[in-house]
């Protein structure tokens, strides 16, 4: 019988209290105090109540005692005079006299008895009035329990040795949560299933008063899982109630069960390029990436696949093959350059900072992962460089580089060299704001400035001084003249050293397409034109003409038998009379043109001759034009020397020739 000691809340007429026999009671543990809970599995029992004999004297005939419900009377009157002091009375308590609730949870009921004096008054007197029981049909959670949650790990890859925890005395065992359902109270009791196998049972977990409403851990252990190693299979739970109702079983979660198959040694992956303590750009733009090597394993076997993580990206499955196997390293993958850069951006704010990254890898067979390292790659990232940040890294050039602006000698127009232009030197300008951010500067003072053509270095590299002014870069004619005729593309590198010290990154330019004209087709192809020949000088080495020379005029012969000179050319002449001391000579100076006809372009007898003369000049034939500078122009001179220059020019370009100079001396003797 169950002693009921429980203290009384007020004074009663009478003090025996109702027992209710053990075998109808819930379970009760030890931290909560007796509340009568009728066990679920007697809703349609009747129960055998005890009840000492509550009269200290013999009763009379007509006292009886009666169960009350709520204050009601019900069930079968006991005739007291029948019994004695002493006595045990029992009284049934009928399942259809207790109110039950498929609702309320847990719903209490008051219950006494009633004692009438028949045989005198017919007054009532009663026993203790705080006796209650409780009745619970309603099972755990209603019909809303949630299935159990995992680590996302063990969703993902499914339960592995690197899964399981231990509980500090050695025991190892999956966890899983229960999430907090309606309806919980202390006592509950909940176990973990896998595939509804009775056999197959966690430890169970007694709910205590602060766990109500909380999320619970169910513990699956290692040694249960061993049983069922290999294979898929569902893990659900159950929660019973003290009373003994039962939950429905909630949805299951299908895992793999992959004890045995995990390899648990895995090396940490190693990023090369970090070890010498810093990826740069030029690390990161390897073959589109960064390099990240994979060791080798043993326990790996051709058909796995390789996972590379850098930080939250995840690379496709890269199967491993046959030739692979037991190889050390297992292979080398690529962490492409936009995820390296966009996270590093992302946590420098385009500074100048080192950030670390976190590079693992996994290794699965078939949709399972078998293997993680037990260590990452934390390689050191800085790409802060020229042109802030970079608006499109999938490119592998910096479109926020300004492009450089090319110009011939004769200026216009940009970025053709005109064939006339190749044998001068030409100029790269890079302006210093950033394309489309007025105001923002691409460099800073120190940043180096590389100019290429083509793939070809152009000269030794530049130091930035003033980031707010242009940057103006030589292009040697040798250059262009390499690069006659065609269209090429001119770009340029800029390198920022780092704060870390010796480190610095690159970054650069887009192409420049420049037009390059044939200097070839430009009269003299590029060489200076043969200088022209004053025809009437004399003397073997004086070089100077005389007034007989000039009375009617001097011709000076221009060689027509010169590259890519021809019918239609168009040649521009200039004389001009210096004094003894170089001074230009007033009235001296006179110019002209002369278009080339196909005449002219005939070979007919030349006898003139270079300086100085061989001697006896030859005379050869060969096309030529004279040009007949008047005596007006010559006379003024007297005493002095007088030059000569032309250039011819065609639809490409104009060639200039080599100055002419002849002494001339006009005095009379």
Request: with cysteine.
């Given at each position: 019988m169950h002693d009921d000691t429980e203290p009384r809340s007020a004074p009663d007429a009478f003090s025996p209290r109702l027992v209710f026999p053990e075998a109808a009671l819930a379970r009760l543990p030890s931290y909560l105090a007796p509340d009568h809970l009728l066990k679920a599995s007697v809703r349609d029992e009747a129960i055998v109540l005890s009840l000492p004999f509550p009269l200290s004297y013999d009763a009379e005939p007509g006292d009886t005692l009666q169960l009350t419900i709520d204050g009601r009377r019900i069930g079968d009157i006991t005739a007291l005079d029948r019994h004695q002091p002493g006595e045990t009375l029992n009284l049934v308590l009928a399942a259809a006299d207790r109110p039950l609730?498929?609702?309320?949870?847990?719903?209490?009921?008051?219950?006494?008895?009633?004692?009438?004096?028949?045989?005198?008054?017919?007054?009532?007197?009663?026993?203790?009035?705080?006796?209650?029981?409780?009745?619970d049909i309603v099972r755990p959670g209603r019909d809303s329990l949630a299935a159990l949650s995992f680590d996302p790990?063990?969703?993902?890859?499914?339960?592995?040795?690197?899964?399981?925890?231990?509980?500090?005395?050695?025991?190892?065992?999956?966890?899983?949560?229960?999430?907090?359902?309606?309806?919980?109270?202390?006592?509950?009791?909940?176990?973990?299933?896998?595939?509804?196998?009775?056999?197959?049972?966690?430890?169970?977990?007694?709910?205590?008063?602060a766990d109500v409403g909380t999320d619970i851990e169910v513990r699956f252990p290692a040694a249960l899982l061993e049983t069922i190693d290999g294979g898929r299979h569902a893990f659900s739970y159950l929660v019973a109630d003290r009373a003994g109702n039962v939950s429905q079983q909630p949805a299951s979660v299908d895992l793999d069960v992959r004890l045995s198959e995990h390899i648990g040694d895995l090396l940490p992956p190693t990023v090369p390029a970090a070890a010498d303590g810093l990826v740069t750009s030029d690390d990161a733009r390897v073959d589109g990436?960064?390099?990240?090597?994979?060791?080798?394993?043993?326990?790996?076997?051709?058909?796995?696949?390789?996972?590379?993580?850098?930080?939250?990206?995840?690379?496709?499955?890269?199967?491993?093959?046959?030739?692979?196997?037991?190889?050390?390293?297992?292979?080398?993958?690529?962490?492409?350059?936009?995820?390296?850069?966009?996270?590093?951006?992302?946590?420098s704010g385009d500074t100048d900072r080192n950030v670390p990254a976190r590079v693992d890898y996994r290794v699965e067979r078939g949709v399972t992962v078998i293997g993680t390292p037990t260590e990452p790659a934390r390689p050191a990232i800085n790409l802060f460089g020229p042109g802030g940040a970079d608006p499109d890294p999938l490119t592998p050039v910096h479109e926020?580089?300004?492009?450089?602006?090319?110009?011939?000698?004769?200026?216009?127009?940009?970025?053709?060299?005109?064939?006339?232009?190749?044998?001068?030197?030409?100029?790269?300008?890079?302006?210093w704001e950033i394309p489309g951010a007025r105001g923002i500067q691409a460099f800073a003072a120190g940043d180096r400035i590389q100019l290429f053509w083509a793939d070809d270095r152009i000269g030794a590299d530049i130091v930035v001084g003033d980031p707010r002014r242009d940057v103006v870069l030589r292009i040697p004619s040798e250059v262009l003249r390499a690069h006659s005729p065609g269209t090429w593309p001119v770009r340029y590198t800029a390198s920022r050293a780092l704060a870390t010290v010796p480190f610095c990154n690159v970054a650069m330019s887009p192409d420049r397409s420049v037009s390059v004209e044939d200097y070839r087709q430009v009269p003299g192809e590029g060489e200076?034109?043969?200088d022209a020949t004053f025809v009437e000088w004399v003397g073997s080495r004086v070089y100077s003409i005389t007034l007989s020379d000039v009375i009617d005029g001097?011709?000076?012969?221009?060689?027509?038998?010169?590259?890519?000179?021809?019918?239609?050319?168009?040649?521009?002449?200039?004389?001009?009379?210096?004094?003894?001391?170089?001074?230009?000579?007033?009235?001296?100076?006179?110019?002209?043109?002369?278009?080339?006809t196909a005449s002219d372009m005939s070979s007919?007898?030349?006898?003139?001759?270079?300086?100085?003369?061989?001697?006896?000049?030859?005379?050869?034939?060969?096309?030529?034009?004279?040009?007949?500078?008047?005596?007006?122009?010559?006379?003024?001179?007297?005493?002095g020397r007088a030059?000569?220059?032309?250039?011819?020019?065609?639809?490409?370009?104009?060639?200039?020739?080599?100055?002419?100079?002849?002494?001339?001396?006009?005095?009379t003797l």
């Amino acid at each position: 019988m169950h002693d009921d000691t429980e203290p009384r809340s007020a004074p009663d007429a009478f003090s025996p209290r109702l027992v209710f026999p053990e075998a109808a009671l819930a379970r009760l543990p030890s931290y909560l105090a007796p509340d009568h809970l009728l066990k679920a599995s007697v809703r349609d029992e009747a129960i055998v109540l005890s009840l000492p004999f509550p009269l200290s004297y013999d009763a009379e005939p007509g006292d009886t005692l009666q169960l009350t419900i709520d204050g009601r009377r019900i069930g079968d009157i006991t005739a007291l005079d029948r019994h004695q002091p002493g006595e045990t009375l029992n009284l049934v308590l009928a399942a259809a006299d207790r109110p039950l609730s498929s609702v309320e949870d847990r719903r209490v009921v008051r219950i006494n008895y009633e004692v009438y004096y028949g045989s005198g008054s017919g007054s009532k007197e009663y026993g203790p009035t705080d006796q209650t029981f409780i009745t619970d049909i309603v099972r755990p959670g209603r019909d809303s329990l949630a299935a159990l949650s995992f680590d996302p790990r063990v969703i993902a890859y499914g339960v592995t040795p690197d899964t399981l925890v231990d509980d500090g005395t050695g025991n190892r065992y999956l966890p899983a949560i229960v999430k907090g359902y309606a309806t919980s109270a202390a006592g509950d009791w909940i176990q973990g299933r896998i595939d509804d196998d009775p056999l197959l049972l966690s430890d169970i977990y007694e709910l205590r008063e602060a766990d109500v409403g909380t999320d619970i851990e169910v513990r699956f252990p290692a040694a249960l899982l061993e049983t069922i190693d290999g294979g898929r299979h569902a893990f659900s739970y159950l929660v019973a109630d003290r009373a003994g109702n039962v939950s429905q079983q909630p949805a299951s979660v299908d895992l793999d069960v992959r004890l045995s198959e995990h390899i648990g040694d895995l090396l940490p992956p190693t990023v090369p390029a970090a070890a010498d303590g810093l990826v740069t750009s030029d690390d990161a733009r390897v073959d589109g990436g960064v390099t990240v090597v994979i060791p080798g394993n043993a326990a790996i076997r051709a058909g796995d696949f390789i996972v590379l993580l850098w930080n939250a990206h995840v690379s496709v499955p890269i199967p491993v093959l046959p030739t692979q196997e037991g190889r050390d390293p297992l292979m080398l993958l690529t962490s492409p350059y936009d995820d390296v850069y966009t996270d590093w951006l992302a946590a420098s704010g385009d500074t100048d900072r080192n950030v670390p990254a976190r590079v693992d890898y996994r290794v699965e067979r078939g949709v399972t992962v078998i293997g993680t390292p037990t260590e990452p790659a934390r390689p050191a990232i800085n790409l802060f460089g020229p042109g802030g940040a970079d608006p499109d890294p999938l490119t592998p050039v910096h479109e926020n580089m300004p492009l450089p602006d090319v110009r011939g000698a004769s200026g216009d127009p940009a970025n053709v060299i005109r064939a006339e232009d190749v044998t001068q030197d030409a100029t790269a300008t890079i302006v210093w704001e950033i394309p489309g951010a007025r105001g923002i500067q691409a460099f800073a003072a120190g940043d180096r400035i590389q100019l290429f053509w083509a793939d070809d270095r152009i000269g030794a590299d530049i130091v930035v001084g003033d980031p707010r002014r242009d940057v103006v870069l030589r292009i040697p004619s040798e250059v262009l003249r390499a690069h006659s005729p065609g269209t090429w593309p001119v770009r340029y590198t800029a390198s920022r050293a780092l704060a870390t010290v010796p480190f610095c990154n690159v970054a650069m330019s887009p192409d420049r397409s420049v037009s390059v004209e044939d200097y070839r087709q430009v009269p003299g192809e590029g060489e200076l034109l043969l200088d022209a020949t004053f025809v009437e000088w004399v003397g073997s080495r004086v070089y100077s003409i005389t007034l007989s020379d000039v009375i009617d005029g001097t011709p000076v012969r221009i060689r027509l038998d010169q590259p890519s000179v021809g019918a239609g050319d168009v040649i521009r002449w200039r004389f001009q009379g210096l004094g003894e001391s170089g001074e230009p000579i007033p009235g001296t100076d006179t110019s002209g043109e002369h278009e080339i006809t196909a005449s002219d372009m005939s070979s007919r007898p030349d006898n003139t001759w270079p300086k100085p003369p061989p001697s006896s000049p030859p005379s050869v034939n060969r096309a030529y034009v004279d040009i007949t500078v008047d005596a007006g122009f010559l006379l003024p001179i007297v005493f002095g020397r007088a030059t000569f220059d032309y250039t011819i020019s065609n639809a490409v370009g104009t060639g200039f020739a080599k100055q002419d100079v002849v002494y001339v001396d006009v005095r009379t003797l």
